[in-house]
């Protein structure tokens, strides 16, 4: 069996197990929760480390037919794209189930719902085939609903409650008649993508098919996305969500949408995703510009992050608006940075509110005195979120920029995106560090106590990664190129009139080591004389 | 008596026949749904009575005979006769005059109206030049057709029987312990 | 001819009357265990069935092609006899709420009932429809109105009588016009002669007149309106079976009507098809919103998935039809499931509300797991049957739209009413599933004695539901075969 | 001109009809079943004139069917009718409306 | 190249010490100070190592590549001539002083371990800007800078005005790395390339690359400079910025970080054409007016500083914009010199008078604290650029060079602000360490120790020495192709080259000074506001600026993220969401009604169902 299969396979498993584990073994509860995530973390760092980039098609595939009438089979396999997300969606799978402790009662019912979501989303990303794809993503659709309702926080629960599980199903149903359009109108008579792909290639689908499929899985994708209308959910629902969910949530399952349109739409629907892709930009412009002023109204600090990780969303959409192999690439690259990133701010959040009970930034303030670990790791947090550099998001959100702005088209908008992510980013995120962690501590807050050791280890694990990638994001790029060049390879006809005139690439693109040094030392022997 | 035969060849006494039942049946029918002289249940049902008994006589005329006699026993005697025990045994008074709803009225007349046209102008496509009757519903082909094509329903509506009669001593049993 | 294809059938009234009898030997205070007599008698002819001995599955016909037992027929008999033998169990759990002196009787008349929808599930001629249909008809103004205590029982029995009769009478009326037009009652030779006849106004209506009647059957838009009514007043065992046997029955007539007898006539319906599935599913999920009432909201979500079974008719294609016999075995168990938690639990409670669930997660897990599993299912999420079979219907309607000329506009505007009534149905069964886990009500926290036999039930449906959203090879081969023979 | 099939088949109709509105008009239950009774006359009707001018005999038959069926149904029917008014005492429509919305 | 790995060394030290304090040694102050301490001074040896191997004269490049995607090429790569290493010695030479001088200043503060761990990390990423090699980099090297300096001005966070100074650096640093980032995507999508010298050979072998968007595409990557230089229109935060410790303030906000705009501005000058030139210079002459004429009013002695630092910052900019590179490096290396002196200086005044900062209680401390004494003179002395201190011979090439170019505009603005330095410079002089106690905790104050006057002394050193030891030739040989380097007496008397810029800077300078003397010998209190009226309170109220922008692009933002907020919280959530919901339930509910309960309506509707669906599949 695949590694992936197990990488998925662990967190279901141990699901399973819980269910008839007594419910007051609390700790042999969490004991199997965090040993399982534990595992497909690992193997998920092992199967990251393995991966060959470059190599042609997919790695680690599996594949077991499961109803051959209808040509759907169980295949699961990675290629760049998604390598580096199972691998994100592995540790913070991991770092929420530690964060669980925050969870106090009826934890049986918790931990179990939280494996199956892990489970279901890592397998999501592994899956090669349509129906799978979106058979697993669902899977997380009523934990989600049941642990808002049981866990969740303030008194606007049930309304969030139900707005996000309605809006992530009306998302979900759009996207799954695009797929099953797609498997329709591909006459491959399998929902295999790789052979959809093949059949695409042999005889392409008409353009007029292509027109009503693609706003389908757009639009499908990007309600799961929050693409800007659709956005409303997010922001509420992972304010009230206990922190475990949220991070799962914001985290991992956020980037399926982005997934399948980078994976799915983007290769098989060529002159309808050209065609689209103007207005997906101008949406994603509300994305970072309208919610990046709502995030500045908030009053509360989990709306206010909750606005924020949708305001990032805009820039992976503007990375794939892009459509060519630096945005894209970007795109993937904020994916995981957000990944780690959304996850991280929630978990301390989450922390903070155990501490205080409240999340009013109006009655926080000085808590780096009290706390000062979580303090300085919400600040780090805070500027990763305003992309700075060192932390992944900065890679990301910078190749983005450069992505887009070799893209004639899309140069207003990258400039709008250049505000959003230095101003607009800057100026919420020092406000909320301004009022939470500067200024006086307030007197009832004296009793607050810092993280210990097993409280510190998702944080940091979590910082860790942004930490990685953000030094040496080539791990990451080394694996994505080839793969998204693949895919953004229809579109170079599109992309040679916009690519930037250098007559420089000989020379700029073989300097590595020293040998730069001299080829540079010639040329300013040339400007010196 | 000779001119009698000629006119039973040519059918003529069979049209008179058809239109006397035809227009008894269909008054009976009018009175049993709407009876300006009395709206007690009782009448209705008599009206009923007269009505089948009327159906009976085209059957006759359709040359169904063993048909009539099983409409004539079955439905005039023993359902109508089951009727009118029922309206005893639940001694209903006169149905007291409530007030039409004229809304109700008028969109329930249209309702059958368009039904009838529908089923009228239908009614017109039927191709007319059928070959002269010739068929006797007699009883022997009856009951030979039913227990050789029809057993099978045949068999079924016994045991639907069955189902009945359970249900209704169930339904009406006075007390069940 | 073979009458010995009817055995099953035979079988199955002699069981009905041996329960019937029982009531002799059995004192009143053990009788409500007869019915686990009938389980097993039905459970082992399921067996038997199932494995192929006897000649339950010797594909032919008898009496002059009135009987058919083809793929089809040996499907729904199979699900008839499942959903019988869980609604025996249900009622099992409900008997305290009947007379005493009338529970053997109300096992025998499911079981008479059953037998009614065997001989529909194999009826090929328009005599055989009648009389089943009539069977399973009046046994069910007797079952709905079995709770004679109980006023809204009898205005249930009233209703579902006056109405039922009513479509019956159109039914007749159907029946009569297109033997009359056509000369035959036999579906296969209909088929033979039907196309020569499609532009006699008189036949077609015969054929709407017939549809009439069996749309009041599957509660198809606009003769749905019955069904909240009687799904509430009724005892809740009578209930279930209505849902699931009733309606199947409905649909597996339709089908044959539909795609056996006038395959050429329904070619031209699609628009009307469409049309009648798209407001059935509107209309269903529109007024269960609001409702408050569980076994009232069934009804009427009852109607919103004849709606989504509709779908499948609308599709005019194969893989639509499969995907209606995939869609009821899921509906089933789900269905079966829900009643049976309402049975258990809401049996005391004089009135059947939502809130009646409250804190139902910690009164009882499996009740609790069992029931949002059902809601979760019906509202189509994966990995449940539901789900599987949504899906299929929503494949089975893009292909048509692919394959149609001229229609695909209609089509796709179904598909676009289905996922509004899938996403409007969300909310209310989410709210059940809400109030099972956390709800403002008071909740009282008394544990519930579930009987081993009411577990088992459970087990099943639950297992059941999973089954059929995880490995759905088995039956959804068997849906294929089924109306591969079905339709030319 | 001769009395023909479409004669009879009118006749059928007006009857079918007539019961219709009963069911419509008649607010007693046992009068709006015996319109039900008028409306399957109406078809036994029409079954057997078409039996007639098609020369088949199975109409009949299944005249005979819903003639036996019918019986059933209207003795299963007024046992209900009879167990409601004994709650009730009364077979109106209009005090069956404890079920609603 | 010899030694070509030390660079990364020199560069990455004060990373990992930065690492090392916060995940290891937090608890421990000692610890934590040597081991930054350490990293920074052995960055300034192997400095002076690499320089000795390879002679200032030379150019080179070492790089690894960071990040390769399409033709987007970012390197980890150094660049090394003579500009960045004396840019090396400043930073590390200077910063390594004032690492030494925060041990003394900070040793009693509880978290002086965090203050250390900020500075290392201030110090890598300055290193950073200096070293690197392409745009990229550089920019990253310059947000780090901006956040270091965020944590560091924030140093003291209780405090609301330190968190919202750091804020507001933050910020408006943001509002110029929006320009800079700008800029470079502009050049990147015109040339294909961010590395410094490929662009370079590429501007030089065809000067019309940029074609239509070189002015604009100039003054985006001067936007950055902008900010980091604090010039006009975003210099407000420099001033607020004096809420972090002294220390800071001398190596952040006078020597080093300000100081990375004009250092870009050089390290990038083959990108301006003449306009954005033009306008470059213009905006530095207007920055140094305008914070010399603030200056003046200024009653904290850290602010006043930090005012002349801006308008010394102006002199800078102006200079580069008047294409005169040189001078511009050469007056930045001088003014961190003794800027830096002063504010070392004032930070053991403040000390000494207990943290006392408002120059008006203080006076007569000559006396008590007489090194300080010294060394701030000499730093003054520097400053109002009087031969033969640094600061004269720094100032009089920047003057020349407005002459040279024939900017006369320009030139008198110099001078004036020449003029005013002086005069402010030794107003704090006056008041601050002569003239008579003004407070008692003048009457106690006392010297402060070693480890703190040592640094002072050995900045005053090169504040006297700055101007001759060949600074200028080592910027001029790479920076002004047609530099002829100098001999030692050469430099010395090199201003006589330009007697006219000489000698009226000198005279401006002691007038300016004269001047001081004349109001400020023992004055208690400021004589000047009864003189100028009006302009004395714009003077001091900084001409309004902060209140502008607190009325214009503050309150915009809000107001529109206001907009926005209503629009979401109403409109899409409440009337749009709202509806659909309402609408839907509505339907539900009136949908409903039709269930009457009443027999005869259900047998109506079936009926009329029956009519319908006759009527359309039969008549229509």
Redesign the interface.
Known sequence: MSILTYIAGWPLLAALALVVVPRNYRVIIRGIAILATAISAGLAIKMFCQFVPGSDGFQFVEQHTWVESLGISYHVGVDGLNVGLILMGAIVGFASTLCAFEIQSREKEFYILLLTMIGGILAAFASLDLFFFYFLHELALVPTFIMIGIWGRGEKKNYATFQITLYLSIGALIALIGLIALYVQSGANSFDIPKIAEQLKANPMSVNAQHYIFPLLLFGFGILVSLWPFHSWAPLGYAVAPSPTSMMHAGVLKKFGLYGLIRIALPLMPQAAHSWMNILAWLCVGNILYVGWVAMRQKDLNLLIGNSSVAHMGFIFLGIASLNLIGVTGAVLIMIAHGFLAALTFALTGYIYRQTGTLQMSELGGLCRKLPFIGTALLMAAMAGCGLPGFANFVGEATVFFGAWSQPSLHVITVIGLWGALVIGGVYMTRAIRTVLHGPLPEKWNTLTDANFWRKLPYALLLASLFVFGIWPRLLTEKINPDVAKIVAVYQPVLAVSAPVNTLQKTAAHKTDSAAGSAANEQLAIVNK | MEDFNNMLASGVVQDVFFYVFAALTLLCGVLVIANPFSRSPVTSAMFLVLAMASLAGLFVLLHAFFLAAVQVLVYAGAVMVLFLFVIMLLDLKEEERRRIKLFGLVAGLLSVGIIVSVFVKSLATLNTDVPPPTLEGDTISLGHLLFTNYTLPFEIVSVLLLVALVGVILLSKKKLE | MNSSLISLEVSVIAIGLVLMLADFFVPAERRRFICYFGIVALGALLLINLSGNGNCDIQGTAFNGAYINDGLAIFFKRFFMIAAILVLFIAAEFADKLAAGAVAEYYSLIVFALAGMLFAASSNDFAMLFVSIELITITFYVLVSFQRSKIASLEAGVKYLILGALSSAFLIFGIALIWGTTGELNFTKLAAVAPQFETSKIFLLGVLLVLVGLGFKIAAFPFQIWAPDVYQGAPTPTTAFLAVGSKAAGFVLLLRVLFTALPTVTMHWEKLLIVISAITILWGNLCALPQRNLKRMLGYSSIAHAGYLLLGVAALNASGQAAILYYLAGYLFTTLAAFLVIAVVLRHLDNTDVSGLAGLSRRSPLLAATMTISMVSLAGIPPLAGFFGKFLLLKSVVEAAKATHGHETAYYWLVAIALTGVVISIYYYFNVVRAIFWSKDTEDLSPIQLSAPAKLTACVCIAGIFWLGLFPNTVLNLAQQAVAVAVQ | MHVGLHHYLLVSIMLFCLGLLGVILRRNLLVIYMSLELMLNAANLALVSFSRFNNKLDGQVLVFFIITVAAAEVAVGLALIVALYRKRQSAHVEDLTSMKL | ?KY?NLPWLILLLPLISAAVI?LFTLRSKMISSLISIGAVVAGFVMTVIFVNANGIHF???????????????V?L?L???ALSMMMLFVVTGVGGLIHIYSYGYMHEDESMARFFACLSLFTFSMLGIVLA?NF?LM???W??VG?SS?LLI?FW??K?S???A??KA??TN??G??GF??GI??V??????L?F??L???M??NPLLLGASATVGGLLIFCGAMGKSAQFPLHVWLPDAMEGPTPVSALIHAATMVAAGVYMLCRTLFLFNHDALQFISYIGGFTALLAALMAVQQNDIKRIIAYSTLSQLGYMVMVVGLNGPTPAMFHLTTHAFFKALLFLSAGSVILGMHHEQDIWHMGGLSKKMPITFWTFTIGALALSGIPPFAGFYSKDSILAQCLDQKNYLLFSVAVFVAGLTAFYTFRLFFVVFLGKEKSDHAKHAHESPLVMTAPLIILAIFATIGGFIGIANNYGSQLT?DHETLSFGQQLLEPLKTPIPMCIGILVAVAGIFLAFVLYKNADKDPLPAKLGALATWMRDKFYFDELYEATVIRL??F??????F??RWI??GAI?GFIRGG??L???S?????????????????????????????K
Not at chain 5, 560 to 565: H, S, T
């Open positions: 190249m070509e916060t150019s080179g490049e070492t790089a690894v590549s960071w990040l390769t995607i399409g033709n987007l090429q390197d790569g660049k090394l001539d090699n990229l920019f990253i090297a947000e780090l956040v965020y924030g966070f209780e609301p330190a968190g919202d750091a804020k933050f910020i943001r509002l790395d929006f980032l700008f995507l502009m990147w999508g015109l040339l294909g390339s590395n010298s490929v370079q050979a590429a030089v072998a192709p933002h809000d529109i993220a206001a907009v926005c907020g629009i979401d899409l959530e969401i839907t339930n339907t539900g509910r949908l409903r009604l039709l269930q009457t309960g009443n027999l005869q309506t259900y047998a109506f509707l079936f009926m009329f169902g029956v009519a319908v669906l006759l009527y359309f599949v039969l008549v």
